[in-house]
């Protein structure tokens, strides 16, 4: 059963950084593709940061890039989204979510991952 847990959410001024993890089981890391999302209140949600399977393409999506960094540990079926210089506009719920067969072009799309963790909130105040 693929399972994803995120974790390390919370509260942060506007400045500041936190790092969110993504532990993964169920399925062999290498073969899926790990992304990011995010949902606002009244938003739609969207892809932040993701990594493709094997070569381990990345993406950012550009109001994150220079500022987000998505890492992996393989040993520990991790995934870690390391966000510096928050901004009160991050303020979301943060999701990980995986899938196989995920192409280049569609790693952005929430539509492109079956498979989701239960989702950490970020709450970035000014």
């Known amino acids: 059963e693929v399972q994803l847990q995120a974790s390390g959410g919370g509260l942060v001024q506007a400045g500041g950084s936190l790092r969110l993890s993504c532990v993964a089981s169920g399925f062999t890391f290498d073969d899926y593709a790990i992304g990011w999302f995010r949902q606002a209140p009244g938003k739609e949600r969207e892809g932040v940061s993701c990594?493709?399977?094997?070569?381990?393409?990345?993406y950012y999506a550009d109001p994150v890039k220079g500022r987000f960094t998505i890492s992996y540990d393989n040993a520990k079926n991790t995934v870690y989204l390391q966000m510096n210089s928050l901004k009160p506009e991050d303020t979301a719920v943060y999701y990980c979510?995986?899938?196989?067969?995920?192409?280049?072009?569609?790693?952005?799309?929430?539509?492109?991952?079956?498979?989701w963790g239960q989702g950490t909130e970020v709450t970035v105040s000014s």
């Open positions: 990594i493709s399977s094997g070569d381990r393409y990345t």
């Open positions: 979510a995986a899938d196989r067969g995920v192409i280049l072009s569609s790693m952005k799309r929430h539509d492109a991952y079956d498979y």
